[in-house]
Structure formats: C-alpha cells, structure tokens
C-alpha cells in the first residue's frame, strides 16, 4: 500500500476526569482537553498512513492548525477522523475532525513528515552534546 489521497484513520476514547482540560491544566472545567482532542486527532492520522509505511519508518507532527469548537463532559465518547489530503515527499497534509455523541467538536489542518525513528532520534539526542 502506497501513501495516497484519501486513506483514512480512525481513533477514539471516553473523557474522563484524566483527560480533562481541568486535570491537564488547559483550562479550569472537567471537560474534554484540547490537548487531549489535539492528541486524539494527531492518534487518528498515524492510523490512516502507518499501514503504509516499512518497519523501519514513523511520522512526526509538525503542524496543527485545529479548531476546538463544542465542549464534550465526562463520560462521554469521542473520535477523531484523519483523511490524507496531500503528499509531497515525506510532508502528509490530513484533514481532522473530532466529533463527541452530540457532533462536531472540533475540525482543522494537520502535518506529518516521514521519519527514520533511529536517525532522528540521534538527531535530537545530538542538542545534549552542544
């Protein structure tokens, strides 16, 4: 399987009272996190392109251009949706969106590039010798 327009990924969780934005420090209400809804949306394009990538290759995310638009409570279930818009080498450009039981909570632009986990991380192991 090769990198494409349009391959699809999927992620989703619960909110509880650890993923709130009260428990991660992003606000003062137990309601889901936009750092969590951000996380879950980044968890949802890693699914939609690691089929396709070899054993000895990842993704990182550079860029997140993400609304958050509906607060969802405790107790309620979450997803995200990622879908491939563009490829340009190794940079994958994603459409996300973050739904709860109610709709929409949260839509945006997101970027990964294809890594070799190995050589970057020596490369950022290489700022502690500076």
């Given at each position: 399987?090769?990198?494409?327009?349009?391959?699809?990924?999927?992620?989703?969780?619960?909110?509880?009272?650890?993923?709130?934005?009260?428990?991660?420090?992003?606000?003062?209400?137990?309601?889901?996190?936009?750092?969590?809804?951000i996380?879950?949306?980044?968890?949802?394009?890693?699914?939609?392109?690691q089929?396709?990538?070899?054993?000895?290759?990842?993704?990182?995310?550079?860029?997140?251009?993400?609304?958050?638009?509906?607060?969802?409570?405790?107790?309620?279930?979450?997803?995200?949706?990622?879908?491939?818009?563009?490829?340009?080498?190794?940079?994958?450009?994603?459409?996300?969106?973050?739904?709860?039981?109610?709709?929409?909570?949260?839509?945006?632009?997101?970027?990964?590039?294809?890594?070799?986990?190995?050589?970057?991380?020596?490369?950022?192991?290489?700022?502690?010798?500076?």
């Amino acid at each position: 399987m090769s990198l494409e327009i349009g391959l699809k990924g999927r992620a989703e969780t619960i909110v509880t009272e650890q993923n709130t934005a009260e428990a991660i420090g992003s606000g003062l209400v137990p309601v889901f996190g936009t750092p969590y809804m951000i996380a879950l949306m980044e968890n949802a394009a890693v699914n939609a392109i690691q089929p396709c990538l070899t054993a000895d290759e990842g993704s990182v995310g550079t860029l997140l251009n993400i609304a958050h638009s509906s607060a969802t409570p405790i107790g309620m279930k979450v997803w995200a949706n990622a879908a491939v818009t563009a490829v340009d080498g190794k940079k994958i450009t994603f459409e996300v969106t973050a739904f709860d039981e109610a709709g929409e909570i949260g839509h945006g632009i997101h970027e990964r590039f294809i890594i070799k986990p190995e050589r970057f991380l020596a490369k950022a192991q290489g700022k502690l010798d500076r």
